[in-house]
């Protein structure tokens, strides 16, 4: 019903910088919270970033002071913009929307994104 579409991965040398972006398909969607995890093969998935829809916004220890993510309520898009980029941040990186739907908040995941960091 809701589809995420992730763009912005790809590769980077160590301390370069890329910029993910997550579009819902609808804009008429009441968004809570938007947010990115990521996943290494072999390892489980983390929380990298969150913010709801007040601006609040929370990081994992490593990569605050490198990542900001930040939202346009209006498109329900969110964006996480990775600076020093370090090869450890190599992952798939997924979007997810809080959103209400059906009577409840319901989370929507996107498909992924590939982040590769390396020289």
């Known amino acids: 019903q809701v589809q995420l579409v992730e763009s912005g991965g790809g590769l980077v040398q160590p301390g370069g910088s890329l910029r993910l972006s997550c579009a819902a398909s609808?804009?008429?969607?009441?968004?809570?919270?938007m947010g990115w995890y990521r996943q290494v093969p072999g390892k489980q998935r983390e929380s990298v970033a969150t913010?709801?829809?007040?601006?609040?916004?929370n990081y994992a220890d490593s990569v605050k002071g490198r990542f900001t993510i930040s939202r346009d309520n209006a498109k329900n898009t969110a964006y996480l913009q990775m600076n020093t980029l370090k090869p450890e941040d190599t992952a798939v990186y997924y979007c997810?929307?809080?959103?209400?739907?059906?009577?409840?908040?319901?989370?929507?995941w996107g498909q992924g994104t590939q982040v590769t960091v390396s020289s």
């Open positions: 997810t929307v809080e959103a209400y739907s059906n009577s409840r908040f319901r989370e929507y």
């Open positions: 609808r804009n008429d969607l009441m968004v809570r919270a």
């Open positions: 913010i709801t829809s007040g601006g609040t916004t």
